[in-house]
Each structure stands twice: as C-alpha cells, then as structure tokens.
C-alpha cells in the first residue's frame, strides 16, 4: 500500500530501467585517443621535414654520370629527405584524389565503415541492418571482401596506384639529379624517428584502441 503523499513507483521509473541506456555506437574515448595520437605523430614528424629551400636549390642540380651514381644519390637523398619526400607522395595522392570526388567518396565512406562498423562499435551490440542481425565475423568477412573489391577491382584502386607511381617518379627523378654532397649526411636521425615513425605510431595507437573491441569479438 502506498502511503499518503507518495507516488507509486511505475515499471517505467523502476531503478532496473534507469540502468538500461543505449551505448554509444562507438567508443567515444577510445575514437578520441586514436585521433589525438594521430595528429600528434603527424605534427611531429612534419616538425623534422628538411628545408624546402634546400630540396629546391636548383644550384645543387646537376646530372648523374651513370646509373650508379644515380642510384646513389636516390639512396643518400631519400635517407636525407625522407619527411620531404613522403610529404610530396602524400600531396600527389591528395590531388588526385581532390581531382576525383567520386573516388575520394568512395575511399571515405570505406574508411567510415571500417570505422564505426567494426573497430570501435561496442562488441555488445549486433549490427542489425534491414531486420537482420549480422556477426562479427560476418561483418569483418563483409568489410574485407569490400575493400578489396573497392581498391583492387575499381577504377579507385587504378587512381590510388596510378598517384602512387607518379609521387614515386618525381622522388626518383629528383633524387637521381640532387648532388648530395652539401647534405649533412652524418648527422642522421635514429632509424625508429623523423616521418616513419608516425606511420608506426598510428597503427599502435589504432591497434591500442580497438584492441578491447576486436579481443571481445573473438
């Protein structure tokens, strides 16, 4: 019996139901970490780019004598300008991925699924799609087979290569023709720092933070 000047407790403000709230569709600070790491690494390795001045000195240019010497200053050159070099890739890829919307969509819309369908959706929620429930295997299986159909079997793979094979020439042909000899060559970075590392730095921190969500799905 409820006593007077009290409301009765319907099923609806029972405390069992204010402990049932809908998660996140992805886990927010883990997502957060991710990308916090991220454009730290890439601030930090931007930080120890070379002077563009110097990749441009148009007095240190000169052509090689032969295919040794070239091969030689391409191996000293992209040692001394690698940040320089992997920013220059990294710009070629940019514009003509800017030169193709429809491509960049694409590739977006597949990062986006890797993303918030399988990395950091939390692993106590099924994905439901049309009224259908779909597994974690199933879901990894989906997102393979689309990603390799997407770069490999698409007119967006074709571009991505086709970038890559340009950024890669221009690397190659001014490597060849850079006299390295007023380079710094022995005041070199460690292997582990510089560019690279960011790479390195963002697949752990990626893998850090999906670590929790892929462990529970298997």
């Keep these: 019996m409820a ?20 998660q996140p569709p992805i886990a927010t600070p883990a997502f957060r970490a991710f990308i916090s790491r991220l454009t730290s690494s890439i601030r930090l390795g931007l930080s120890r780019r070379r002077p563009w001045y110097e990749l441009i000195d148009r007095t240190a240019m000169a052509r090689p004598d032969n295919l040794t010497d070239a ?9 001394y300008f690698k940040v320089n070099y992997i920013t220059l890739l990294a710009v070629v890829l940019a514009f003509s991925l800017l030169s193709n919307p429809f491509s960049l969509l694409v590739l977006l819309g597949l990062l986006a699924a890797w993303v918030f369908l399988y990395l950091f ?25 689309l990603t390799v159909f997407v770069v490999f079997l698409t007119s967006v793979g074709s571009l991505l ?12 042909i001014h490597g060849a023709f850079r006299v390295p000899e007023d380079l710094f060559l022995d005041d070199q970075e460690p292997t582990n720092s510089g560019f690279l590392s960011f790479l390195g730095g963002a697949a752990s921190s990626a893998a850090a933070a999906a670590a929790p969500a892929v462990a529970s799905r298997v």
């Design 71 to 79: 091969y030689s200053r391409i191996r000293k050159n992209l040692s």
């Design 161 to 172: 290569i086709s970038a890559l094979l340009i950024g890669v020439a221009i690397v190659c």
């Design 121 to 145: 959706r939390p692993s106590d929620q099924p994905l439901v799609i049309f009224g259908r429930t779909f597994s974690d295997r199933e879901t990894l299986g989906a997102l393979v087979v």
């Design 3 to 22: 006593t007077p000047g009290t409301i009765p407790m319907t099923s609806s403000q029972s405390p069992a139901g204010n402990g049932t709230q809908s």
